[in-house]
């Protein structure tokens, strides 16, 4: 085994700080500080920081993100929209990770994955114009099989498997059945030469059953960890998911 493929073999965590900014915004003050809280993420274990800036800046904004590529020391993962607007952000920027995601202006946070399909040449236009940068790219999408074999086609170097349906099953049956669409396209990507990450409803009690799929390459994880951080601290609540996700139990 290379260092490389011995690096990717340790599940990671990538923390989403969007919900410190959510916070910040609530008042438009300057507290608390998404920058400070990426620090102490890192700090705790985190392997990289994620943010989303949206098109209408609800949560995470320019200069937000301006300083955290500044101060990042792991990885910085920018979430956006397949526009032109925050494409040429990205390109400024050059965070080490584009994930594409859908963006609508009325949802509460990102409600599934893109259609890769349906939107096969403008993705792989900006997918190429990344690479070009030296910026890596992922593509959020559902777990279904005709998304996966068209981010390949699409160029990207990962997938991130939206895991929504899965994390807010109303019973065990339900959970069970999306489990195993995970698990079937997360096999298929790694299959076709895609490095594979998930997120999306990730949190303390639901997380175990995906630390056993070892194509799992890092879990995007942010609300549960901001809202546990709010009773026992950042550093905790970040040190206990990580814990989670290597061991199965928190140490």
């Known amino acids: 085994m290379t260092d490389k493929q011995e690096e990717e073999s340790v599940p990671k965590l990538a923390v989403n700080i969007d919900h410190v900014a959510t916070l910040r915004q609530a008042r438009r003050g300057k507290y608390p500080d998404p920058i400070a809280a990426a620090i102490l993420a890192e700090f705790a274990g985190a392997d990289g920081i994620i943010v989303h800036l949206r098109e209408d800046r609800r949560h995470i904004q320019d200069r937000d993100l301006e300083l955290l590529r500044k101060v990042i020391q ?3 993962n920018l979430e956006m929209a397949n526009t032109e607007e925050i494409m040429a952000i990205a390109l400024k920027v050059k965070p080490d990770l584009v994930t594409f995601v859908p963006e609508r202006r009325e949802e509460l946070t990102t409600e599934g994955g893109l259609d890769i399909q349906a939107n096969q040449k403008s993705l792989q236009k900006n997918v190429r114009r990344l690479k070009k940068a030296g910026i890596r790219t992922s593509l959020f999408i559902d777990p279904d099989a005709h998304q996966v074999k068209a981010s390949k086609r699409a160029g990207a170097d990962f997938v991130e498997i939206h895991t929504g349906k899965y994390c807010d099953g109303p019973d065990e049956g339900t959970r069970q059945k999306e489990f195993q669409r995970i698990a079937r396209a997360i096999h298929q990507a ?3 030469g895609l490095r594979v990450n998930v997120g999306h ?3 303390y009690q639901n997380i175990s059953p ?3 799929i070892p194509e799992i390459e890092e ?7 901001i809202s546990r951080a709010v009773l026992v601290g950042l550093e905790r609540a970040v ?3 990580k814990s989670l996700i290597q ?3 928190v140490s």
């Open 74 to 76: 792991t990885k910085l």
């Open 190 to 192: 790694h299959r076709l």
């Open 201 to 203: 409803g990730l949190d």
């Open 210 to 212: 995906l630390t056993k």
């Open 219 to 225: 879990y995007s994880i942010g609300y549960s960890i």
């Open 239 to 241: 040190r206990e998911m």
């Open 247 to 249: 061991s199965g139990s």
